[in-house]
């Protein structure tokens, strides 16, 4: 009842792959697992090169190219994956970031 609800609502609001994926009785878990597995991988990749990618980022959109026309026929089909997940991407990312694979603890 209540997912029927928020379906319609959602539709009314224009975004139904939100609602849609409202539960994960609705989400496979198999998708569940892969958007978790890709915000861990990111969020290691971003605590190793924070830098270089924080510096190539502002190069990119100082230049005008950072998300060029033809590139967006390609990202849609890819972000349209996590449209509505993006709370398992961001827990992926944060347990990526707070990990600490040398076991190093903060000194006095």
Do not use: K
């Not at 190219?65 to 349209?80: C, W, Y």
């Not at 994956?81 to 190093?104: D, K, M, R």
């Amino acid at each position: 009842m209540a997912q029927t609800v928020l379906r319609e609502a959602s539709n009314r609001a224009g975004g139904t792959a939100i609602a849609a994926r409202a539960g994960l009785s609705l989400m496979g878990l198999l998708e569940a697992v892969l958007v978790f597995a890709v915000g861990y991988v990111c969020g290691a990749v971003t605590r190793i090169f924070a830098g270089i990618a924080a510096l190539l980022a502002l190069l990119l959109v100082i230049l005008g190219v950072a998300l060029p026309s033809s590139i967006v026929g390609i990202a849609d089909p890819i972000l349209a994956v996590y449209l509505g997940n993006e709370l398992l991407f961001l827990s992926g990312f944060l347990f990526a970031i707070s990990h600490n694979p040398a076991g190093e603890t903060e000194g006095d």
